[in-house]
């Protein structure tokens, strides 16, 4: 069965920004079979380079548009456009937004690519996620788990009906 990659991005140095490692460290205590949980930093070419070939990848960030802290942004990257303003805290000129964007010019964008967002407010120096995003993390977990279970039946039917037709 083909694995399903899992990104955490963020900082855990600057509180809230650390929002995409600390799930996936929660998602790394399931044990969920063929699934890969990495962490990385954001930077655009980086993200790309560990999604290229795969065709089932949840990331998950830090997202800062203005709204209630917690808020949790579901994108599909193949239909919904991820706006860039989203993650302006990032450090890197090149990050998330800009890669997705790029993946698609380029032909090499997952088949299955799913942002997760969580509406952070605090970005300055500090570990650890503040209070407001600690009920989010179990809801983005819930979710993710979802979409797992979703790429595990497309999986099976496609290999089912490849089957059938050999």
Known sequence: MPSIKIIGIGNPFRSDDGI???ITQQIRQYKLPNVDIIEECGEGTSLMEQWNGEEYVIVIDAVSSGGTPGTI???????????SNFFHYSSHTFGLAEAIELSQILGRIPENLIVYGVEC???DDGV?????????VETVIHFIRQDIRSFRKQIILRER?????S
């Open 20 to 22: 995409g490692r600390h």
């Open 73 to 83: 942004h579901r994108l599909v990257a193949r239909t919904d456009r991820i706006p």
């Open 121 to 123: 407010n605090k970005f």
């Open 128 to 136: 650890g996620i503040s209070k407001e995003l600690r009920e989010s």
């Open 161 to 165: 009906a490849s089957f059938e037709i």
